[in-house]
């Protein structure tokens, strides 16, 4: 059964950048034909689609981050990261990583970020 195990600093500073890593076990983040995903959630939003990195290393943001958003692997940890760039309040979520294959179907805990000076 994968697992999924998102890290990273729960306080960063206004026009930082935010970096986060999900550690993935049970499972191979190169496999065939998984993407794995970063989704956040401010408080008292909606879930909001960040982008993804697929097995094969390929990316793809959502539009309107795509200018600040970054998103790499480590296959030999078996993780993959997120970097938010030049943050503001308004970026301040839970940030959760996902593996997707025709659906969401394993999601990590979930980390809160707040972004505050």
């Known amino acids: 059964q994968v697992q999924l195990q998102e890290s990273g600093p729960g306080l960063v500073k206004p026009s930082q950048t935010l970096s986060l890593t999900c550690t993935v076990s049970?499972?191979?983040?190169?496999?065939?034909?998984?993407?794995w995903t970063w989704i956040r959630q401010p408080p008292g939003k909606g879930l909001e689609w960040m982008g993804v990195?697929?097995?094969?290393?390929?990316?793809y943001h959502s539009p309107s981050l795509k200018s600040r958003t970054s998103i790499s692997r480590d296959t030999s940890k078996n993780q993959f990261s997120l970097q938010l760039s030049s943050v503001t309040p308004e970026d301040t979520a839970v940030y959760y990583c996902?593996?997707?294959?025709?659906?969401?179907?394993?999601w990590g805990q979930g980390t809160l970020v707040t972004v505050s000076s």
């Open positions: 049970g499972g191979s983040i190169t496999t065939s034909y998984y993407t």
């Open positions: 996902a593996r997707e294959v025709g659906a969401l179907d394993a």
């Open positions: 990195i697929a097995f094969d290393g390929s990316t």
